[in-house]
């Protein structure tokens, strides 16, 4: 990280962050480096503390990235395919299907979690510094643009909810990106957080949703534990659903993402226990938010309805006689709440790529005039996606199902570099990946790697399906 050096300086107190690096003998030590040392004061503080809420409040200090992350992949073309989920099929297969899927989840960002506490570095620097520039500026160049096609995604998800209020599709998009502006002017990674955390557990308004759908218990217990089999057996539109369920869970972006928050936050080795508790609550939260949403649009599957243009937010109009007028509000409102997230963390985590591969500043504790580049890639790449999705014409359904399934094809060449990064003893020491994490990490890469061959016959010869399905 290129900064200016202030030498003959006494070091300011930390009571008062300083604005201007300054150094001690060879040590620089910068804005971010202040804010992040007030952070992690108040978590040794605490750990001196006895009694339950003293832990209480150390989990409070430490979970954050984990909960993101899963709820940031709650977002909106994730929801939606929930939606289509519960609308097309009911509540049979796809129930435990998506718990198995937030499991897989788990397993890879426990690696992440494990990798950036041990190396305090991001995703995409440590590929740099350990297979190469190539590798580094590749791994960058295709997260940012799968990032990119992600959140046109996510902003035609807050096109989608707010237009079930009226709100001109211009407004909406606009209005989204100054939210995510106004997001960053803390300059302050705790602040910003707690901030989207708060925004994030919005993703909740879906289980008051699926409660007014008055569901049937007992087919959802079914369901959820004898694990019912795929409607209608193998075909293209079971493999898309199937990919695109899929993709809502596990993508390349939460990978860069919760490793670089972790570093940002400035966990250690021994925060890793807190990590994975942060990591599986945001999956039990998250998961959650997904069954519900599959629930609620039960109902259309039951009375052979169907809501197949997303753009105008027919999935909440169509639920109203089902949930009521506060149901279906209450649904647009979370389709609107899954963009806005999912826009603010993933356009995140394509900064701090940046920022990692390109040797620039890359915090949110810095203000903008040091950290300008990493701002402005997150501002521009998000300025840009939403520009897309005011195109006349463009085929926005179309867009939402296929970027899950891109993120399905790219997940195993990501999850390569993170297998032989959390074995890289040298690196990660006694935290190396345990034989039956690997064994967990190995099968999920084969389920990802079946799916996108799967997908593969699915185009190519989609009449081999129905005997692979054994029909």
């Not at 799968?146 to 807050?158: D, P, R, S, Y």
């Not at 100054?178 to 997001?183: N, P, Q, R, S």
């Not at 999850?415 to 959390?422: C, N, R």
């Not at 690997?438 to 699915?458: D, E, K, P, R, Y």
Request: hydrophobic share 55%.
């Amino acid at each position: 990280m290129s900064e200016l050096k202030t030498t003959g300086e006494t070091p300011p107190s930390l009571a008062t962050p300083a604005t201007t690096p300054f150094s001690v003998g060879d040590v620089i030590i910068t804005h971010e480096d202040i804010d992040r040392a007030h952070d992690r004061e108040r978590v040794l503080v605490t750990r001196t503390q006895r009694g339950i809420w003293p832990r209480a409040r150390l989990l409070w200090l430490l979970v954050g990235p984990g909960i993101l992350v899963m709820l940031g992949e709650n977002d909106g073309p994730s929801m939606l395919a929930y939606a289509a989920t519960g609308a097309r099929f009911g509540v049979g297969f796809f129930l435990p299907f998506t718990v198995l899927t937030f499991l897989m989840a788990c397993v890879v960002q426990e690696m992440t979690v494990r990798l950036g506490a041990a190396t305090h570095r991001g995703h995409a620097e440590l590929i740099f510094d350990r297979f190469g520039p190539f590798w580094g500026w590749f791994s960058m160049v295709d997260l940012m643009v799968g990032n990119f096609l992600t959140l046109v995604t996510e902003f035609i998800a807050i096109r989608a909810g707010l237009g079930y209020f009226g709100v001109p599709p211009w407004i909406a998009v606009l209005g989204a990106w100054l939210i995510l502006f106004a997001a960053l002017m803390a300059h302050r990674y705790w602040t910003w957080e707690r901030v989207t955390l708060a925004a994030a557990m919005f993703n909740l308004v879906f289980v008051p949703v699926a409660l007014m759908s008055h569901p049937q218990w007992k087919s959802i217990g079914s369901a959820l534990f004898t694990w019912k089999p795929l409607p209608g057996g193998l075909t293209p539109e079971t493999v898309l659903i199937l990919l695109a369920v899929i993709g809502a869970t596990v993508t390349p972006w939460m990978l860069f993402f919760q490793q670089s928050a972790i570093a940002d936050k400035g966990l250690t080795t021994r925060d890793i226990r807190m990590g994975r508790i942060d990591t599986v609550l945001g999956a039990v939260l998250a998961a959650l938010a997904a069954l519900a949403t599959i629930i609620a649009t039960a109902p259309l599957f039951a009375k052979g309805m169907a809501a197949g243009n997303f753009e105008a937010a027919e999935f909440a109009q169509a639920l109203r006689p089902f949930v009521g007028q506060w149901g279906s509000t209450l649904f647009a409102l979370g389709m609107f709440e899954a963009g806005m997230v999912a826009a603010i963390t993933i356009s995140t985590s394509s900064a701090y790529a940046f920022g990692e591969v390109a040797d620039r500043p890359h915090s949110l504790n810095l203000p903008f005039t040091q950290g300008k580049s990493f701002y402005l890639v997150l501002l521009m790449e998000a300025a840009a996606a939403a520009g897309l999705v005011l195109i006349p014409g463009i085929p926005l359904v179309f867009i939402v199902l296929v970027v899950n399934v891109i993120a399905v094809l790219a997940m195993p060449p990501a999850l390569l570099f993170l297998y032989m990064l959390v074995n890289d003893r040298e690196i990660m020491g006694d935290l190396v990946s345990p034989r039956w994490a690997n064994v967990l990490a190995l099968a999920v890469v084969t389920l990802l790697i079946c799916a996108g061959l799967l997908f593969g016959v699915s185009v190519i010869a989609p009449h081999w399906l129905a005997f692979l399905g054994g029909h």
